[in-house]
């Protein structure tokens, strides 16, 4: 009567299921790289713990969500973070030390390090709670130009580049941002 009522996946079948496809779409941290097997991307890192990678690339979805953009642009945003730290030590003390203050509110809060927390309004308020904070600021800073700056993302955000070189906008329908 089990098999009738729960269909031909048992409970173990189900859970060994979903286990395998979490981990197929996680972030894995795997010595010193980042990898995302469902994307086919990865990233050595060069200064940074690949856990702090891992965080700065949460803060990353978290201070600029787009649900759109894959994990990839949001590594590539905060990989001059890491190229910064493998050339100035204090660079990489004020991200490591910011990222494990993170972990701290994190686990005093919620039990678990900021990458674990679930739910993205819970991961804000932790990153609302530091904002003035210098290791915030630097990542923020980065960001705008990391991930904005990045032509890749241009046409997911509908926006076709800079108009100067085709003439401006004037003439060419300015006011056609279906993506706003």
Same mark, same amino acid.
């Given at each position: 009567m089990s098999q009738a009522i729960h269909g031909a996946i048992g409970?173990?079948?189900?859970?060994?299921g979903t286990a395998s496809a979490a981990?197929?779409?996680a972030i894995l941290v795997s010595g010193g790289a980042i990898l995302k097997p469902s994307e086919a991307w990865g990233y050595e890192v060069k200064a940074l713990k690949p856990g702090t990678m891992r965080t700065l690339v949460r803060m990353a979805r978290d201070i600029y969500p787009h649900d759109r953009l894959a994990d990839r642009f949001y590594v590539v945003a905060v990989k001059p973070q890491d190229e910064a730290a493998?050339?100035?030590?204090?660079?990489?003390?004020?991200?490591?030390?910011?990222?494990?203050?993170?972990?701290?509110?994190?686990?005093?809060?919620?039990?678990?390090? @900021?990458?674990?927390? +679930?739910?993205? /309004?819970?991961?804000?308020?932790? #990153?609302?709670?530091?904002?003035? $904070?210098?290791?915030f600021q630097k990542v923020r800073g980065g960001l705008v130009t990391g991930l904005y700056?990045?032509?890749?993302?241009?046409?997911? @955000?509908?926006?076709? +580049?800079?108009? /100067?070189?085709?003439?401006?906008? #004037?003439?060419?329908?300015?006011? $056609?941002?279906?993506?706003?």
């Open positions: 409970r173990r079948g189900f859970l060994a981990a197929a779409t493998a050339k100035d030590p204090a660079i990489r003390n004020l991200l490591e030390n910011g990222v494990a203050t993170l972990d701290a509110a994190a686990k005093s809060k919620h039990g678990t390090p @900021f990458v674990e927390v +679930g739910w993205e /309004a819970d991961r804000v308020r932790l #990153l609302r709670g530091m904002e003035t $904070d210098p290791f700056n990045n032509q890749e993302v241009w046409p997911l @955000f509908g926006y076709e +580049g800079e108009s /100067a070189s085709k003439g401006g906008y #004037l003439e060419r329908g300015f006011d $056609d941002i279906e993506w706003l």
